[in-house]
């Protein structure tokens, strides 16, 4: 069939379709199978798009079970880049103002209020727990600062019900869901009631409850596993949809692109929310990629997208609130490309001015402030005061202190935490390990931490 195809049909004027050919082929195929139309093949909704670049060309398309293309009788190589970049959706200007004419979905007063407390709280945490990390009480931390803003915004264009897989410079999501402060340090402390055993590092929260997925450090590896979720959510009728973040950084990983295909052929409920904040540790996003950012990508493989001011939180609001809307009601991918800045390290493992100028983050941190930008909107609106700010960033502090008072306290979880939990029954090797493990305590005690139950 394939080298009939080749044969007699590569060149196939306007009106001869697919099934004339097939009509035309041995009864006994045709028997089997019905004629075929083209529409089966479609990849791409490009063939409504037909253009062609001169008259003569009109009456001539390449057919392919991808479908029909235009001929063209010059040679003519696509460029790298566009004519023009994809241009950024914002609504509020730089002074927080309403950006005229803008189209945006409303935010009430107690939604907005709400949003900026959430951004408060997060940059409040970063700031306590950085310190924790340096005093020593915790083995590590990540701030999302300059990113309160994505992190908050998107979250609140989202139903509780959408499932949530995270990198890990996503707290705010997590928070906004209610995840309770004490439990955050809980998790940074490794204790008892860390829900993960104190088996990961700290940062690497989740919750079964909240629909938020534990943040696994392998860079892009939670792209594959949104779409995937995604389409059970789908199979099951559910009117909910996927979302996952990523930094521009994971768009370098095979997973990226695993992702976006496998979410655009499969129709997946998913968006996908990139965080283009310029920096993936140290390599700078110029040497990340040559492509005009990340929006182009989702092109293509076939998925709307949309460029945001990440720094905006109207835009950001609209954009997801709208993108989810699209994922849910239409069953589809979206990808959403949020221009934002890491102002903070990549982690307390990490002195980025070592490779970054200081005034570049000092921009950023003071013009640029993206909380500042909201909080002016919200203060223009009559919605928030001083008095407000101050009472607000005192409360979170104080009850973070106490919270990390307890969870300085709590009891770490014991030894055999560490190799329960994956099988039902614990393989052979595994307990081998442990009583290796528990031998070497024994032998070198004082290279142990004395607190860990054995
Ligand atoms: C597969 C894999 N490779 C490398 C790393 C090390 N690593 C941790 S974070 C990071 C940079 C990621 O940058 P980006 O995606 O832009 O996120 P950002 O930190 O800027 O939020 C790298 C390379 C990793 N965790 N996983
Ligand atoms: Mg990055």
């Not at 004419?101 to 970063?126: C, G, I, P, R, W």
Request: glycine share 6%; net charge negative.
């Amino acid at each position: 069939m394939a080298s009939f195809l080749l044969g007699r049909s590569r060149i196939l004027t306007h009106h001869k379709t697919l099934s004339v050919l097939a009509a035309s082929s041995s009864s006994s195929y045709s028997s089997l199978f019905p004629p075929f139309s083209f529409s089966r093949h479609e990849s791409t909704k490009a063939q409504a798009q037909l253009e062609f670049e001169h008259e003569d060309d009109r009456n001539q398309v390449i057919d392919f079970p991808g479908g029909k293309v235009g001929f063209t009788s010059e040679m003519k190589f696509i460029s790298e880049s566009v004519q023009k970049r994809i241009p950024c959706y914002r609504v509020l200007d730089d002074n927080g103002e309403l950006v005229k004419y803008s189209s945006y979905v409303q935010v009430s007063k107690e939604m907005a209020v709400k949003m900026y407390s959430n951004m408060v709280t997060l940059q409040t945490m970063d700031n306590v727990l950085y310190e924790v990390q340096r005093q020593g009480r915790i083995s590590f931390y990540l701030t999302s600062t300059g990113e309160e803003v994505v992190n908050i915004a998107s979250a609140a264009a989202l139903s509780p019900d959408d499932i949530i897989l995270p990198q890990y410079r996503e707290p705010g999501v997590l928070l906004w869901r209610g995840f309770p402060l004490q439990q955050f340090v809980h998790q940074c402390f490794g204790n008892t009631h860390d829900f993960g055993k104190g088996r990961q590092m700290p940062i690497h929260y989740g919750s079964n409850k909240l629909n938020y997925f534990t943040v696994s450090s392998p860079i892009a590896t939670q792209l594959p596993q949104a779409v995937g979720a995604a389409y059970s959510l789908k199979m099951d009728g559910k009117s909910a949809c996927a979302v996952t973040y990523c930094g521009d950084g994971s768009t370098s990983e095979g997973d990226f692109h695993a992702a976006m295909n496998f979410a655009a052929v499969m129709d997946a409920p998913v968006v996908f929310i990139c965080r283009n904040n310029g920096w993936a540790i140290s390599t700078p996003v110029e040497e990340q990629f040559r492509s005009d950012g990340i929006v182009v990508k989702g092109k293509a493989y076939g998925i709307w997208g949309i460029r945001v001011d990440g720094n905006d939180a109207l835009a950001v609001y609209s954009a997801v609130h709208t993108a989810r809307e699209i994922a849910t009601r239409e069953k589809r991918p979206v990808l959403i490309e949020a221009l934002t800045y890491r102002v903070g390290h990549h982690s307390t493992s990490d002195d980025s001015t070592k490779y970054r100028p200081i005034d570049e983050i000092e921009y950023w941190k003071m013009e640029r402030n993206s909380v500042n930008r909201f909080k002016r909107w919200v203060e223009g609106n009559g919605w928030w005061s001083d008095k407000d700010e101050s009472e607000l960033r005192s409360s979170v502090r104080k009850q973070l202190v106490e919270a990390i008072q307890v969870a300085e306290k709590a009891q770490k979880p014991p030894l055999e935490d560490l190799f329960n939990d994956v099988y039902d029954q614990i393989p052979s090797n595994l307990h081998e390990q442990e009583t290796l493990l528990r031998k070497t305590i024994e032998k070198h005690p004082k290279d142990y931490p004395s607190d860990v139950p054995l």
